[in-house]
């Protein structure tokens, strides 16, 4: 820890650096032991000021799960593990400790009060009542459920202090519910001809205990199937990042536009834990507005297999809860943390950080950009120890979102006011910086045209092209040009995004893609350009 | 070596799995079985830590075993492969 605290200091006098981790494919399937647990796979972590028309007193935190999501998936879908415990954590005293943590926990039951549909079978006088395999039976509308045959239901819990140990009280609807329930995954327009309408049967308007604002503000809650969000072309990036610097025109350009026509996540789903909060339930008071969050999930530490299982007992999960997944910003374990301590990560705190270290004071990537694209002329920077990826990483920015701790958080400074979905810079506060010179770094500079500082890295918003900002910080964008010689070049992924791919509503994240009866193609243009909802 | 187990996480570890009171043999070379015919596990054995832990330790407030508390425990039912190990927990 000594040794992050002192980079951090460094990293404060330094001018500052926006940013945020390096590189590349956020959190899909990024370490080996979560490969085998997709359902309890972390994959994005989307912390905001909302800025839904009328929502300025609240933050809206998106947490995705179960990633890579055929829409097709049939015939179980995507339903969350019952046995798990997801959670959002909040930090609100920059100690890069939890002080408010919401856990999520999930039940599974049959249709027809538990024992499933079934339906009669054989000649009249000889029928046998039948189960059915499917998890629905028949059109499936708003008002009409009738057809269902698997129901997803959760409890939403608030603890405050530690998470384990701290005072857990129950979140209820303001109709007083404690259980709520999760839709059906988008099946096709069969089943489920008006998805939307469907869906929005799953928002609930909420209280959160021990948190009373003046105002009377209400949260907001849903858990369901939406459309990926990320935009990211992973397959080229994980193929020895095969983007074309010559434009050739088969993959993207790593220096071309931003936006390419290319993403391979365009035809995915995700499942999305969403929370809106009134600001004031998450800030320790008006003097501290910054908050730092991430997002975890644990699995009982022991799973036994029943060797003749059931529906209902498949297998016997037991023992203390045991972290396997860990979220906060974009493509942390991706790309920054060595292969070696990918598990290791996801099943650590914040509080704990210093042990990673070396990953973000002596990263690999820009080595490997450097050896990739070197006859292009491309230089890693050759500053060490990276301080700047310090203060993006694990500090905050000084005058944006730093809140003392040392710590790999998503940071939200909650009294920068949102920016409105139409006046939205997807380069976000990476924006905020006058270019660096020979010898001096970048300058924060909030007036600057084009800054954006409601975006990411302060919080993160759907339509922020993180991966580009992180190419690019990675590289030395921040630096001044003799320490990083490639720090300007205006590096992409060539899989665009911004807000116009998103609903201005919550959970903004768009109505999931049918399994039936199509489906977009990995080619696709993925919906930047498309009207905002 | 085929074990029923899935281990989520980094596994278990072994508190009462060295309870003295259980009954069976610590001899992991045999290879029969590694409980006896009443379903009783070897005490000391990586089966016997296994219940313990699921049946005495599933909690919220406490902190997961360390691997080396398990790493390596001797796991005679899974060399047997002996379907019946974990059939107290159903």
């Given amino acids: ?533 | 070596m085929k074990r029923l187990i899935l281990v989520a996480g980094l596994l278990l570890a072994a508190s009462a799995c060295n309870d003295e009171s259980r009954s069976g043999s610590n001899d992991n070379n045999d290879d029969n079985a590694g409980s006896n015919g009443s379903n009783e596990p070897i005490a000391g054995s990586f089966t016997a830590f296994v219940l313990d832990l699921v049946n005495n330790h599933t909690v919220d407030d406490a902190a997961p075993m360390d691997y080396a508390t398990f790493e390596l425990l001797p796991d005679p039912d899974g060399d047997s492969n002996n379907v019946d190990a974990y059939r107290p927990l159903f």
Wanted: hydrophobic share 35%.
């Fill in chain 1, 1 to 533: 820890m000594m040794l992050v605290r002192k980079l951090a200091s460094g990293a404060t006098a330094f001018a500052l650096v926006v940013g945020s981790t390096t590189a590349l494919a956020s959190s899909h399937r990024e370490a080996p032991f979560i490969t085998k647990m997709p359902k309890v796979d972390g994959t994005d972590l989307y912390v905001f000021n909302s800025y839904e028309s009328g929502r300025e007193k609240y933050v809206t935190i998106l947490a995705n799960y179960y990633p890579v999501q055929d829409p097709a998936g049939g015939p179980n879908y995507y339903f969350l593990d019952p046995d798990a415990l997801y959670e959002i954590h909040v930090d609100n005293d920059g100690d890069a400790k939890e002080d408010i943590t919401f856990q999520f926990d999930f039940d599974l039951m049959l249709g027809e009060g538990g024992s499933g549909i079934k339906l009669p079978v054989g000649p009249d006088g000889q029928q046998k009542k039948v189960a059915v395999p499917f998890i629905a039976v028949a059109p499936i509308t708003a008002g009409d459920q009738a057809g269902q045959n698997l129901f997803e239901t959760y409890s939403l819990k608030v603890v405050r202090g530690a998470r384990r140990s701290g005072n857990g009280q129950a979140v209820k609807s303001t109709s007083g519910d404690a259980m709520f329930a999760k839709p059906l995954d988008y099946i096709g327009q069969k089943t489920l001809p008006d998805y939307e309408a469907y869906a929005q049967k799953f928002m609930y308007e909420i209280d959160v205990p021990g948190c009373s604002p003046s105002g009377g503000e209400k949260g907001r809650l849903f858990v369901g199937q939406r459309k990926e969000g990320f935009a990211v072309n992973v397959g080229q990036i994980f193929d020895l990042l095969n983007l074309d610097p010559d434009g050739r025109g088969d993959v993207a350009n790593i220096l071309g536009p931003q936006y390419q026509g290319f993403n391979d996540l365009t035809p995915k789903n995700v499942t999305t834990l969403a929370l809106e909060i009134p600001t004031s339930c998450l800030t320790k008071d008006e003097s501290q507005p910054i908050i730092g969050v991430w997002t975890t999930s644990s699995v009982r530490q022991a799973r036994v297999i029943n060797p003749t299982p059931s529906f209902q007992k498949p297998s016997r999960e037991g023992g203390p809860w045991a972290q396997i997944s860990r979220v906060a910003n974009p493509l942390v374990n991706e790309v920054v943390i060595g292969l070696p301590d990918k598990d290791k990560f996801n099943s650590s705190e914040p509080k704990d950080d210093a042990q990673f270290a070396d990953y973000v004071t002596n990263p690999t990537l820009p080595e490997i950009v450097e050896i990739l694209f070197g006859g292009a002329g491309v230089r890693a920077p050759n500053l060490f120890p990276r301080v700047d990826l310090v203060a993006a990483f694990l500090t905050g920015i000084e005058g944006v979102n730093a809140n003392g701790s040392t710590a790999e958080m998503m940071r939200l400074n909650t009294a920068i006011p949102a920016t409105s979905c139409t006046s939205q810079n997807p380069y976000g506060a990476a924006l905020c910086f006058d270019p660096p010179t020979a010898t001096a770094n970048a300058m924060l500079n909030t007036s600057r045209e084009g800054c954006d500082p409601a975006g990411f890295p302060n919080g993160r918003r759907p339509g922020d092209d993180v991966t580009d900002i992180e190419i690019r910080v990675a590289m030395g964008y921040l630096l001044n040009t003799t320490d990083a010689p490639s720090g300007q070049l205006p590096f992409v992924d060539g899989a665009g995004v911004n807000a116009n791919a998103f609903d201005k509503t919550f959970p903004y994240l768009r109505t999931p893609l049918p399994g039936a009866p199509q489906m977009p193609k990995p080619g696709d243009l993925p919906d930047v350009t498309g009207d905002r909802r």
